[in-house]
C-alpha cells in the first residue's frame, strides 16, 4: 500500500482542532479522522458517524486491516508513540528524550532507527488504509501529539509533511483548561502550556527541513473562514472546495462537542473577554510571550 501525502495539525486542546477536521474532511480528496485516536478503555465513544467506536463500521474495518490487535499493549487503538521498551512510563519518557534533533545525538538515534522505521510503516499503513477507506487521497493527521510529527519527518527526509499550525488567543485556552478540565491547573500553569507546545512547534518546524509550516489563528478562521480555508488548501495543494457545509459523508470523526453542533456556520467562542479579570488577562499574555506577541493576541 502506497503512503500517501500527510498533513498535520499541530496545537495543544481547545484550539478549535475538531472544528478544522470537520471543515477539512468534508473535501473531497483529505481524509480527518479529529483531534485523537480511539483509546482501548473508551471504545463505547460516539464516532460522529453517530455510531459507538466499538460498532462503527470503519473503524472496525480499520482496526482489521491494520492489525490493531498486535498493539495491545498501546492506550490507543494503534501506536501513539514509538514502542522502544515494554514498560509504558519508560517508555513515554525514552520517548520524550530522543525528541527533537538539538537533543537526539547520532548515535542515540541510530539505537533507536529500528524502532521508528517500525512506527513509520504502522504509521503508513494506518494512513494509507484510512484514505482507502474513505475514498480519499491526503491524510490529515490530528493527534496533536508532537513527537510522532518528529519521528515521521526525521525517519523519511525524504517526505515533506505539512504543519498546520492552529493558534487560539492563549486568555481563551486559559479559561477553556479552567472550565473543562477534571482537575483544573491554575493559571499560570496553562499558559506555561500554551506557550511550550507552540515553542516545541515552531522549533521542529524550523529544525526539519521536510516539515512545512502554515500558521492559522482560530480568531481568523472564524472571522473569515473562506479566505482561511483557501489559505489552507493551497498549503496542502489541493483545488479549493466548498467546505462549510454540514459534514459530508463519509465522517468517522472523533473530538469534542462540535461534532454534534456545526453545521457549516463557524461561531466564534470568546468567553474569556468577559469572565476574565484584567488582571488575569494580562498575567495570561506576559507568560505566553512572546508568541502571544508574535502571533499578535496582546493586540487585542
Ligand atoms: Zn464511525
Known amino acids: 500500500m502506497n503512503s500517501p501525502p500527510i498533513s498535520f495539525v ?3 486542546s481547545y484550539q478549535g482542532a475538531t472544528l ?10 483529505l481524509a480527518a479522522l479529529g483531534d485523537t485516536l480511539p483509546e482501548r478503555q473508551h471504545m463505547d465513544y460516539f464516532c460522529s458517524c453517530g455510531e459507538r467506536i466499538e460498532n462503527c463500521d470503519f473503524w472496525t474495518e480499520l482496526a482489521r486491516v491494520t492489525g490493531a490487535e498486535a498493539y495491545a499493549l498501546e492506550a490507543t487503538l494503534l501506536p501513539l508513540r514509538p514502542r522502544l521498551v515494554h514498560h509504558e512510563l519508560t517508555n513515554k519518557l525514552l520517548n520524550r528524550l530522543v525528541h527533537g534533533d538539538r537533543f537526539i545525538s547520532r548515535s ?3 539505537l533507536v532507527a529500528g524502532r521508528f522505521e517500525q512506527y513509520q510503516s504502522t504509521f503508513d499503513l494506518f494512513a494509507g488504509a484510512v484514505c482507502d477507506l474513505l475514498g480519499k487521497k491526503h491524510f490529515i493527521d490530528g493527534t496533536k501529539y508532537l513527537h510522532r510529527l518528529f519521528v515521521l519527518a526525521k525517519t523519511r527526509p525524504e517526505r515533506t509533511i505539512n504543519c498546520i499550525h492552529l493558534l487560539r488567543d492563549p486568555r481563551g485556552f486559559v479559561l477553556s483548561c479552567k472550565n473543562n ?17 507552540h515553542y516545541r512547534t515552531l ?12 500558521s492559522v489563528r482560530y480568531e481568523d478562521l472564524c472571522d473569515s473562514p473562506t479566505e482561511q480555508i483557501q489559505r489552507i488548501l493551497g498549503f496542502i495543494g489541493v483545488r479549493d472546495e466548498e467546505l462549510l457545509t454540514a459534514p459530508r459523508l463519509p465522517h468517522h470523526i472523533i473530538g469534542n462537542r462540535m461534532l454534534r453542533e456545526f453545521h457549516g456556520a463557524i461561531e466564534k467562542d470568546e468567553k474569556w473577554r468577559r469572565v476574565l479579570e484584567q488582571r488575569e488577562q494580562a498575567e495570561i499574555l506576559r507568560l505566553t510571550s512572546p508568541y502571544a506577541d508574535v502571533f499578535r493576541y496582546s493586540e487585542i
Open 203 to 214: 522549533q521542529l518546524c524550523t529544525e526539519l527541513p521536510n516539515i512545512r509550516h502554515l
Open 181 to 197: 478540565l477534571p482537575e483544573p491547573g491554575d493559571l499560570k500553569k496553562s499558559a506555561r502550556e500554551w506557550r511550550q507546545y
Open 20 to 29: 478544522l477536521s470537520l471543515i477539512l474532511n468534508n473535501h473531497s480528496e
Open 10 to 12: 499541530a496545537c495543544p
Open 108 to 110: 542515540a538515534y541510530g
